[in-house]
């Protein structure tokens, strides 16, 4: 017996350290580990404990990259470069939307800077592709636009902040004429298309108003 015990290499003097022996060769065999008194000889290789150390730094990156997901990151159809018009349209951008909050919103144009500005600044399509991206920053009640039912709440005697409160703030002043003491303005707002309509002021109140194709 004491011949056969050496041949596994670890001189074993009785079963009991033959049978330790088995064990620990089993044990090395599977990449496990043998209790000894309530604590652990770990036999993993260390080409295994590697192994097993980049699988939790990938899953900590997975878990990284869907928290940054859920968080709010563009989908890629999202991040499309498209143009941007503001409310005048007389500034238009080549950018990619990248996000909005607190009424503002981020774009990355095509030379990789970023700038941002308030939504109420786009033109009222452009505001409308924020609010789909970002439904949460879409305000409750009646969006300031170029509509027919917009135009139907221009009220006689409404000053033009508040004209443009309903409107929006891309307003173009088409004439301006003082006499006697009388200042006569009139505004125009572009809707989708060719629809518009104009808007007249006398002393800063509103006393006239047309549309065509709201």
Known sequence: MGSA??????GCGGTVGCLFGVLLVIALGFGGCVMLGGGCLALIGESERAARRAGDQAKTADGKEAEKSAAGTVPAKQAEIREWVDASGKHKVKASFVGAEAGR?????????????AIDQLSPADR??????CPAERPSGPQPGVTA??????????????????????????????VGGQTSVIMAWKGRGVSNCTVSFSNGRVVAKAQLGL
């Open 5 to 10: 015990s050496q041949g596994f290499g670890f």
């Open 105 to 117: 919103v981020w774009l990355k144009k095509e030379n990789g800077k970023e700038t941002n500005l």
């Open 128 to 133: 409308e592709e924020v609010w789909r991206l």
């Open 149 to 178: 039912r917009n135009f139907a709440r221009v009220r006689m005697g409404m000053t033009l902040e508040e004209v443009e409160a309903v409107l929006g703030p891309g307003g173009q002043e088409m004439s301006r004429a003082s």
